[in-house]
């Protein structure tokens, strides 16, 4: 007898207890019209006792309690073989995997960076002479060009020194004329030994210095008019100019280096650079792609507020040596900038380069899974059996993982219903095609949003 016979017999046992129980009990009710003859006894001590009137309750009772307890052994023998019986096993379902073979295709791969822009030229702009600022001739914040007139500086002291520096020179080459003057007449008289030769000589010796007299002249001539010269503050390089530190009116020193008065700065910012830092392990990376090329790796530069990496340039710089303290190397790129849009001092991410074009092999993301500390992919073998490979990531492009290692072009990826794929399962398949998504719509310039806001009038 099995285990849904035994409850049933149980149950139906129980009932019938049950039922005969209220057919008793109906009896006794019906029979209760006509009243039913008492008997009496006395006892020994004269008492008179009454019967007790039964209606045929005792023994139901007894049945009706007999019967739960009935159920209660069936229901819980039920439970007990429930909880020991072996789970029934499944029957194998006929399952259909969709796969495909990875998406093949030409990508570019990057590494990504993170720099600031910096000018390609900086110059701090100080007088040579020192004066009184007398004249302004930029805004501040205007683009310069080479040579373009900035300050000037009051030129009346460098003008008579330069005046004064001509009447020297004025004054040596007329002493020059009188000693060449006299030598040669001297020179003449010496055959007839009329002048004698210690005198000659003194002659020779002041047309020697006469000639010296005059060269010296003029190089002070020379010198004030440099003065002059710098009087006249020009831009050194084409750029951006920042505010002027000096107003008309005041004075400005000359000197070496900081000793100088500074009047303003100067950035050149076409083209611009692009420093960043670069790891150890990058720069290693870097090395071995660039070995055998000799071109400099192509760069592309994303502003914080684009969407997509807009500002192209070259690598031109990467330092002798790495950091000790830090474990990494500067770099630095060049970016043409003719609309002078890129500022100095702006944040920027890069993407480097490295590897040039290559053919990789890609799945979609969602059918990568995670096996405790490797990645893996299921695949369908020619003869159905599911298992799972190993394989190495790399980026997303279009929604497609692009796996560097671990699976073969012919190889079939489950793509669809992937629950249902389990590693030693024999499974039907149905091909499929890896597309990668479309391109994503430019979502413009993310501009900050206003903080307040006026009616126009």
């Known amino acids: ?102 998406y093949a295709a030409p990508v570019v791969e990057w590494d990504d960076y993170v720099g600031r822009f910096a000018p390609s030229q900086t110059v701090e702009l100080r007088p040579r002479v020192a004066g009184q600022i007398t004249a302004l001739h930029f805004h501040d914040g205007d683009i310069v060009r080479k040579g373009q007139l900035l300050f000037t500086i009051d030129q009346r002291p460098y003008r008579a020194a330069l005046a004064e520096a001509s009447a020297n020179v004025a004054s040596a080459r007329s002493a020059l004329a009188l000693a060449r003057s006299d030598y040669a007449r001297a020179s003449r008289l010496s ?43 020009r831009a050194p390089i084409s750029g951006r100019v920042s505010d ?75 330092d002798n040596g790495l950091d000790p303290h830090s474990g990494t190397i500067r770099g630095r790129a060049v970016i043409p900038n003719p609309s002078l849009f890129l500022a100095p001092g702006m944040f920027g991410n890069m993407r480097l380069s490295n590897g040039g074009m290559v053919t990789a092999l890609m799945v979609p993301d969602e059918v990568i899974q995670s096996d405790q500390a490797r990645k893996t992919v299921m695949v369908v073998a020619p003869d159905g059996t599911v298992a799972a490979k190993p394989v190495e990531l790399g ?4 929604g497609l993982r692009i796996v560097r290692a671990g699976l073969a072009p012919g190889d079939n990826v489950v793509v669809t219903n992937i629950q249902a794929a389990s590693p030693g399962a024999h499974v039907k398949v149905r091909a499929t095609r890896i597309t990668p998504q479309a391109q994503a719509a430019d979502t413009g310039i993310s501009a900050p949003a206003a903080a307040q806001a006026t009616l126009a009038r």
């Open 1 to 102: 007898m099995d285990m849904h016979t035994l409850v049933d017999t149980a149950v139906d046992t129980a009932l019938s207890y049950n039922d005969a129980d209220d057919t008793a009990d109906d009896a006794a009710d019906d029979a209760g019209g006509a009243p039913a003859a008492t008997h009496t006894s006395r006892s020994h001590d004269g008492r008179v006792h009454e019967p007790a009137h039964h209606h045929g309750s005792g023994f139901p009772s007894w049945r009706k309690a007999f019967g739960l307890i009935l159920l209660a052994g069936a229901v819980g023998f039920a439970g007990w073989k429930m909880m020991s019986h072996e789970p029934a096993q499944a029957m194998p379902l006929d399952v259909t995997l969709g796969v495909a073979h990875p």
């Open 191 to 233: 055959g007839d030994e009329a002048v004698s030769a210690g005198e000659v000589d003194s002659l020779r010796a002041r047309l020697q210095s006469a000639q010296a007299a005059l060269a010296a002249a003029e190089a002070r001539l020379r010198e004030r008019a440099l003065d002059l010269e710098f009087t006249e503050v």
């Open 395 to 398: 980026p997303v492009v279009r």
């Open 244 to 318: 002027r530190r000096v107003d008309v009116g005041n004075l400005v020193a000359a000197g070496e280096g900081g000793n100088a008065t500074l009047l303003t700065t100067i950035n050149a910012l076409d083209p611009i650079y692009f420093t960043f830092d670069s790891s150890e392990a990058l720069f290693l990376k870097s090395q071995r792609a660039r070995e055998g090329k000799g071109a400099s790796p192509e760069i592309e530069i994303r502003l914080q507020d684009e969407p997509a990496y807009t500002w192209k340039g070259k690598l031109d710089f990467t």
